[in-house]
């Protein structure tokens, strides 16, 4: 018989069995609002998750005069392919044109920014500033990384100067950008 070396023997030891969570503990959960650690200056506000724009009655007949002419003259040429694209562009722009945005919770605190349920510690962000359209104030926030774009905060009702104090604290402004080009189209196209 082989002998039985005590530091190489291996014994089976047992795993507690977890239990699942009920699918209404975990829809508790997933609602519970993301709390803040370890901060007593906190700076919160709720504001939609992105702002919409008001749109004339005839908004909807010129995109559809204009993507119908589009994909005529690319029948016309005998381009089958964009023609699809087209179509499937224009679904999706009614789509989302007509969706409204849902309220979201942003904060600030001593050690990153609360947005839109993701906490972003300080030290990946290396800028913000704060652009306006009208009575529309948009906070964005540089990340840090070469590919990483910024992240755009809508402040509602928050006031701009608040949150310039507050961030001024922990990230430097660059007051020589604005709006995004993304944004300045939605805009401009009233999406």
């Not at 309220?103 to 300080?122: H, K, M, N």
């Amino acid at each position: 018989m082989p002998k039985e070396n005590k530091k190489h023997s291996k014994t089976l030891v047992k795993k507690p069995v977890q239990k699942q969570a009920s699918p209404v503990a975990s829809k508790k959960v997933k609602e519970a609002p993301i709390k803040l650690i370890g901060s007593s200056n906190i700076l919160r506000w709720k504001a939609p998750d992105y702002y919409t724009f008001e749109r004339s009655p005839y908004w909807s007949l010129i995109v559809g005069l204009v993507s119908m002419v589009l994909a005529l003259v690319l029948i016309y040429t005998q381009n089958f392919f964009p023609v699809i694209i087209i179509i499937l562009a224009v679904i999706v722009t009614f789509q989302v044109a007509h969706e409204k945005p849902k309220t979201q919770e942003f904060a600030i605190d001593e050690s990153g920014i609360l947005a839109r349920d993701v906490y972003l510690p300080f030290y990946e962000l290396d800028s913000f500033w704060i652009a306006k359209h009208g009575s529309k104030s948009i906070l964005y926030i540089g990340r840090v990384g070469t590919f990483k774009g910024p992240i755009s905060i809508p402040l509602g009702e928050q006031g701009q100067i608040e949150v310039r104090n507050f961030l001024l604290r922990y990230l430097p402004e660059k007051l020589e950008y604005g709006e995004q080009l993304s944004e300045k189209l939605i805009r401009i196209f009233k999406l």
